[in-house]
């Protein structure tokens, strides 16, 4: 073979060789591309609102309504911070209930504000060390709630589908028809029921090792399935925390649109934040919840009930969540360890490995 064919032979080979690597850049840069495009658009359509007329329908609001909300605020946080609480029985770590709260509620307002790796991964799993806890079952905790979470909403967004009369759909379209919203809403339901039909079949097992996340498998108390029960109550927290944080744009909109609508338009708006990695969907769920509402309310009206969602759902709890994360901090391991063992010296030190020697030979012989 001469040397032109086999440059010729090779070069559809150089050719595959790159579309590996190419992937890999298409793959790391497209959230970018698609967040700047987001951006953009957002952008776009702020210069479109009307601020002015925002601000002074978030000023006419009632202190009655403006309080209703904070409390379902407050109530939306506190189911989500009680998920630490199942997964502190569940994983079997030793740092007490009142400190998982906490440790829930913080990560979970930094979370909000500045995306799942910094509340959600990075400071749970430092705030948990500082308790304490092994970095694998800080670890389980971080993973199962998560999959808790995903798993409440794709059940409320079911019940979207299956219980509302109609969706917040455009005007010139005809509104999807049962058969559809049923397969749908069935289609959203499979993980959740399936993870019911495991506990309920492996509750109190130890997961498998092929499961377990990586070092679990040699903690002294490895990580185990949740009974049934347990798996109930954390999906009703996770359904309760995405009905009661909607619930506070639908107070704030003091009933301008169904709950069913808002419900949809808040899901969508979660997808949408997740999709376009924006810390905090900044921008984003203002966009979506605008799109989505707004045929059917004021754009005044909805933009007005966002900023004091934004207020009382975002603002206030960081401010809370600073301050708790500064004590959590300064304070020392909930779990007790005991008194750290003298360390020999001297012949102590080289008496210690001969004397276990012996002492191992003596055990062979007396068998």
Request: glycine residues 8%; contains cysteine; positive net charge.
């Amino acid at each position: 073979m001469t040397s032109g064919s086999a440059s010729r032979s090779g070069h559809p080979q150089s050719k595959l060789k790159r579309w590996p690597r190419a992937w890999r850049w298409f793959v790391r840069a497209a959230p970018w591309l698609l967040a700047a495009v987001v951006l953009v658009l957002v952008l776009r359509q702020a210069l479109t609102l009307d601020w002015q007329a925002a601000f002074a329908a978030l000023h006419s609001l009632p202190w009655t309504v403006i309080a209703a909300a904070a409390a379902v605020a407050v109530a939306a946080h506190a189911a989500h911070a009680s998920y630490d609480l199942v997964a502190r029985r569940v994983v079997g770590h030793g740092a007490s209930a009142l400190r998982s709260a906490a440790i829930g509620a913080v990560s979970f307002a930094l979370t909000l504000n500045f995306g799942a790796l910094i509340g959600g991964v990075a400071v749970r799993l430092r705030l948990y060390r500082r308790a304490g806890v092994p970095l694998q079952q800080g670890a389980a905790v971080v993973v199962s709630g998560m999959a808790v979470n995903w798993c409440g909403f794709a059940v409320l967004m079911a019940a979207v589908l299956l219980c509302a009369e109609t969706l917040p759909w455009p005007a010139h379209l005809e509104q999807p028809r049962d058969g559809w919203r049923y397969g749908a809403a069935l289609l959203a339901l499979v993980l959740p029921v399936l993870a019911l039909l495991v506990c309920a079949r492996r509750g109190g097992q130890p997961v498998p090792h092929w499961m377990r996340l990586r070092g679990l498998a040699a903690a002294r108390n490895p990580m185990r399935y949740p009974t049934l029960p347990q798996a109930t109550l954390w999906l009703a927290l996770a359904l309760a925390s995405w009905s009661l944080a909607a619930s506070v744009v639908w107070v704030l909109l003091q009933g301008a649109a169904p709950w069913w609508w808002v419900v949809s338009a808040m899901g969508l708006a979660a997808v949408a934040g997740v999709l376009a990695h924006v810390p905090g969907g900044l921008g984003v769920l203002e966009a979506v919840v605008l799109a989505t509402l707004s045929p059917s309310v004021p754009p005044a009206t909805v933009l007005a009930a966002l900023l004091g969602y934004r207020m009382l759902y975002y603002g206030l709890p960081l401010l809370a969540a600073a301050v708790a994360y500064a004590v959590l901090e300064r304070a020392g391991p909930s779990i007790p360890v005991g008194p750290p063992k003298p360390r020999p010296s001297g012949s102590e030190a080289v008496a210690s490995p001969v004397s276990s020697s012996v002492a191992t030979l003596r055990g062979m012989q007396g068998r």
